[in-house]
């Protein structure tokens, strides 16, 4: 069953200029995916590629020009005001950064318990604190916690207290924006570990944004790679990872850091600066090993027969 | 050589002076890449800092140790005699590519104001020499890049141009603070090539400052591994990755989602970093430490050594790594 749909999401930001005039940039362009109840789906991608952009429409922070917007089978696109605040109660966010995300002048409790407020106006004070409580004990935090304010705990903390914030409504989705890319990796391995437990208690679906792709590797069952915003491939972790159909998502795999110094390519050289993105027909041929005729005027459809594993490409990589 | 000599240093945190770094001795040699790694709050950043003498105006003093370059102490060293060293001959790669250009002045006149310091060349040769540096760091256009201003740089040419200025006072020492972490991957990957290639090239000994294995895999000749303000390990790339040591490194290294199967918990290390003024007896590490006994919480002069090239600052080092 799927709890959030996207159909050909667009947007579109006019970028420079001033006094108007500047260009159009096409921050997301026809993005469709689908998460089904109790799955991680990643959007990986570089930064400028549109994935939080996607992430931030699909939670109707953000206007899309066109497409479509499903939430627990109805269509959230249109709705304002109101209901959509109470639709908000079922998808959440658990933001990046940790030490921007808290407001320093808000006790912990007033930061979780503020969910609650709006989606349950009826609950008293008391009911409110336990409610709190019991989600940062979830989260692996003491009831202690809920009368300090954010600059009192380490990063970590404050990321259990950024999920606690999101899951205190009881969410369906949570949208996790690199939640764990500032921290460090003893601390990276603890948060991961209590998202898995919790997505299991709670059969939560996850659309986890990440640049990580080991993270990625660890966390996602399906993943969405997406360049210069559009979707280049769409399929299961392992298809993906194993054999990756779009050429850029090959270049991401094979610039992963190495795990160990045995992996080193002697005698390198210097690599020129390339970052060039077309933009018209596919917005990697500039760069693309396996640009052929065509490239300059594909509409990025997907070329995969079945459409599991989906790629947009007219030259995808071969695997034998 | 470039050598930090039981360097100790304290940070003022909460009106005290508490120690941040305990006792550190690093040596960076000519040719070879020190890996120094740690999780933030570990002291690896100060102590990198110290060796330009920076940090002092904030208020972090040294209270034992030495710093020699060539066998001069830096700390015996004028303003002026400092500021012909500091990027000179040890220069230094920060962290924020966004934040470490100065936004109102072009990219040459930041590029020739240092090749003019250290090597006194003016105008035209000044210039010519930039250009060389902008294409030594792999960009195209160099003529027309020293004419832009930092804002119309991605955050991967702007590492490359904070590069191209480090190398141009021709410096001995590169200290390179997370130079990659604040880029993209495939970006990461360029930079981490450039600096490898660079390094070789021109012989240079670099101290890479850094929280991931993943980098010191890449580039490190020889690693420290840091916590809580001292070395708790250090050898070459090699022993430390194929037979670590210390319970934190292997604890950190195991950490990694890399190396464990997808969809499996994580190994973590339970509790956090002590800050300064809150460090144990004995060990630093031993609350967290799955071998620890009464011997590691009593033990205050814990150099138990296994051997001249890969060390490790543990008691427990043979039950440990067995």
């Known amino acids: 069953m799927s709890v959030l749909k996207a159909e050909s999401l667009r947007k579109s930001f006019r970028r420079g200029g001033l006094w108007g005039g500047g260009s159009i940039h096409k921050a997301v362009d026809n993005v469709s995916f689908e998460l089904k109840k109790g799955e991680t789906l990643a959007i990986v991608g570089e930064s400028g590629s549109g994935k939080s952009t996607t992430a931030r429409i699909a939670m109707r922070l953000l206007e899309p020009d066109g497409g479509a917007v499903e939430l627990l089978g109805e269509e959230i696109s249109a709705v304002r005001g109101k209901p959509l605040r109470m639709l908000r109660k079922h998808i959440q966010m658990v933001f990046q950064d940790p030490f921007a995300s808290l407001n320093p002048r808000m006790k912990i409790i007033e930061t979780v318990g503020e969910g609650l407020r709006v989606h349950n106006p009826k609950m008293s004070k008391a009911e409110r604190r336990a409610k ?13 916690a809920l009368d300090r304010y954010p600059h009192q705990f380490s990063g970590g903390q404050r990321q259990r207290i950024g999920i606690a914030r999101a899951l205190v409504v009881e969410p369906k989705v949570l949208v996790l924006d690199e939640p764990v890319s500032a921290l460090d990796v003893s601390v990276q391995a603890q948060i991961l570990n209590l998202l898995k437990d919790i997505q299991q208690q709670r059969e939560l679906s996850y659309l986890f944004i990440s640049h990580d792709l080991s993270v990625v590797r660890h966390v996602a069952d399906r993943v969405m790679v997406m360049f210069a915003g559009r979707v280049v491939e769409q399929g299961t972790v392992s298809e993906v990872f194993e054999t990756p159909k779009h050429p850029y998502t090959k270049m991401l795999l094979a610039a992963r850091p190495i795990d160990h110094p045995g992996e080193r390519e002697q005698g390198v050289t210097i690599a020129e600066v390339n970052e060039g993105t077309a933009q018209t027909g596919c917005p990697y041929r500039l760069r693309c090993p396996n640009a052929g ?14 459409h599991e594993h989906a790629y947009a490409c007219l030259y995808p990589v071969t695997h034998d | 050589m470039l050598q930090v000599q039981d360097l100790s240093l304290t940070v003022p945190l909460q009106g005290k002076h508490l120690t941040a770094v305990e006792g550190v001795s690093l040596s960076l040699q000519p040719g070879r890449v020190l890996g120094l790694v740690g999780e933030s709050g570990c002291g690896k950043s100060i102590t990198a800092q110290a060796i330009l003498r920076l940090g002092e105006h ?52 930041q590029i020739t104001e240092v090749i003019n310091l250290h090597l006194g060349l003016d105008g035209d040769k000044a210039r010519a020499r930039a250009i060389d540096l902008i294409q030594d760091v792999g960009m195209q256009d160099a003529e ?17 141009v904070l590069i191209a200025m480090a190398m141009a006072g021709e410096p001995e020492y590169i200290i390179a603070d997370e130079p990659t972490t604040a880029l993209d991957v495939s970006v990461q990957k360029r930079i981490i090539q450039l600096l490898r290639a660079l390094q070789q090239q021109k012989g240079l000994g670099m101290l890479l400052v850094t929280h991931d294995f993943g980098l010191v895999a890449e580039l490190a000749d ?3 591994v840091m916590y809580a303000g001292q070395i708790v390990e250090s050898g070459t790339v090699h022993q430390v990755f194929d037979h670590p040591a210390h319970p934190y490194t292997r604890a950190l290294m195991g950490c990694r989602p890399e190396v464990s199967l997808p969809g499996s918990a994580l190994p973590v290390i339970s509790g956090q970093v002590p800050p300064p003024g809150s460090w144990p007896q004995g060990c630093h590490f031993a609350k967290r430490c799955a071998f620890a006994d009464a011997l590691c919480e009593k033990s205050v002069s814990l150099d138990v050594w296994s051997d001249n090239t890969h060390q490790a600052r543990c008691v427990h080092v043979s039950e440990a790594s067995a």
């Open chain 1, 293 to 306: 005729d065509g490239c300059v005027d594909f509409d990025g459809s997907d070329q995969s027969s079945d």
């Open chain 2, 58 to 109: 904030q208020g972090v003093d040294r209270t034992a140790g030495d710093i020699l370059l060539d066998d001069t102490s830096l700390f015996s060293m004028n303003e002026f005699q400092l500021r012909k060293v500091r990027g000179g001959r040890i220069a230094m790669v920060f962290q924020e590519p966004m934040t470490a250009l100065n936004p109102v002045f072009s990219i040459g006149s």
């Open chain 1, 132 to 144: 709190a409580a019991e989600v940062l004990n979830l989260c692996g935090m003491g009831e202690e």
């Open chain 2, 222 to 224: 020889d690693v420290a």
């Open chain 2, 144 to 160: 027309s890049l020293l004419d832009q201003y930092p804002d119309a740089l991605s955050g991967g040419m702007r590492q490359r």
